[in-house]
């Protein structure tokens, strides 16, 4: 098939097709036996990210599965920090974990120089994966690939740890803006490299995530969200003017129209807290959307779960549109329930 018919990226370079294609946050991960056979194999999670051979099998696992529109780059947010040079491990069971970057000295010893030398295995596992889908006929599947945006990176650096509230982070922004400026711009500058070495080994659409957006208040908002994000997109687009980006600024509310504006994605995701049709008229029309499922109604399944899917369709019809989560798939999803989604939305 002709590259520019993928589902995915008619999608996203503004045709309103339906059905929607369709795509979920997480879809590789611990509610999968799969996953977890060679999550168990690989031992440490870092290490299922930096071996090619594994992190690409994790990659095509729900592809397989499912049949989806898109298949993302296993690996995770944290691994930007990491390839900065910036300690990082992960507990059993639990999410990331990092030294708290609370001052000068620690931004300091953060060097750009190692990123593409770091993320070489990751830049080999979108290779394989491109080679893989091509060998097992997912011919109209779109590989994404993605970078936590500056902003929700700093998050997880300066706290040291996930968090509801991010509250270090925040203060830093508020209390030392210097330090927290000079974070924002080497990560702005680091996500553009790791990108650029996605898209050079054959990542064909990238997302930044911006999973904690919407904490920051509007001045905060503009200069940390949508200002890096601007300067990401404008240098992502001047060295590869066709791959679409997608901007997932979430918990950002009424921002959300601005920020599809300003920063020039071509699509943003919609977190579940936000109502499409709203959306819908703040955003401009060439602008995709995205999302945006509660994951919750994908664990309930059957009709909890038709109800809310039909709610998201009914408005985005004649819309570009993609089809997706409002946040990530969580351990307890059953199996089946998203085999039944796709049924659904394919239905569409
Ligand atoms: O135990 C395990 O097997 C690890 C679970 C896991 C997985 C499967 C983590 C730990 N990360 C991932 C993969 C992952 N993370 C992908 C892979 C592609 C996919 O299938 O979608 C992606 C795109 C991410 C991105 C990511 N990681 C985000 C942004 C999206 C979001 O969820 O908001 C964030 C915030 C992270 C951090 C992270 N990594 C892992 C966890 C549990 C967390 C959240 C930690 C926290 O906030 O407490």
């Not at 085999?339 to 239905?347: D, T």
Request: hydrophobic share 45%; glycine share 10%; net charge neutral.
């Amino acid at each position: 098939m002709d590259e520019r018919a993928k589902p995915l990226l008619q999608a996203l370079r503004g045709n309103a097709i339906w059905p929607p294609p369709i795509w979920l946050m997480r879809q590789a991960g611990r509610y999968l036996p799969e996953y977890r056979a060679i999550r168990g194999k690989a031992g440490d999670f870092i290490a299922l990210c930096t071996t090619p051979e594994l992190a690409a099998e994790a990659t095509l696992q729900p592809i397989r599965r499912f049949g989806f529109d898109a298949a993302i780059l296993f690996s995770d947010l944290p691994l930007l920090p990491w390839a900065l040079g910036h300690g990082l491990t992960y507990r059993e069971g639990e999410g990331p974990v990092m030294p708290p970057l609370r001052d000068a000295k620690a931004l300091a010893a953060l060097d750009r120089a190692r990123v593409p030398g770091a993320v070489a295995p990751i830049a080999e596992t979108v290779h394989r994966v491109r080679a893989g889908l091509a060998a097992e006929g997912f011919a109209d599947c779109t590989l994404i690939g993605f970078s936590g945006a500056p902003f929700t990176v700093a998050c997880y650096m300066v706290e040291g740890h996930g968090s509801h509230d991010f509250a270090a982070a925040r203060l830093m922004a508020h209390g030392d803006p210097t330090l927290f400026d000079q974070l924002i711009a080497l990560l702005t500058d680091a996500t553009i490299d790791y990108l650029s070495a996605q898209i050079d080994a054959g990542a064909e659409v990238v997302m930044l995530f911006d999973s904690w957006a919407g904490l920051l208040p509007p001045r905060l908002f503009r200069r940390y969200v949508v200002e890096p994000t601007t300067t990401i997109v404008r240098r992502v687009k001047q060295r590869y003017p066709n791959v679409p980006v997608i901007g997932f600024p979430r918990l950002a509310g009424a921002h959300i129209g601005g920020y599809a504006v300003e920063t020039g994605v071509d699509a943003v995701g919609m977190d579940t807290g936000m109502d499409v049709s709203g959306v819908a008229r703040i955003v401009p029309a060439a602008t995709a959307l995205q999302g945006n499922l509660d994951p919750m109604a994908l664990v309930a399944g059957g009709d909890a779960m038709r109800g809310e899917v039909n709610a998201i369709l009914g408005p985005m019809r004649g819309r570009p549109f993609v089809f997706n989560l409002g946040h990530g798939i969580v351990p307890q999803t059953p199996v089946e329930h998203v085999a039944a989604l796709v049924e659904l939305v394919r239905a569409a």
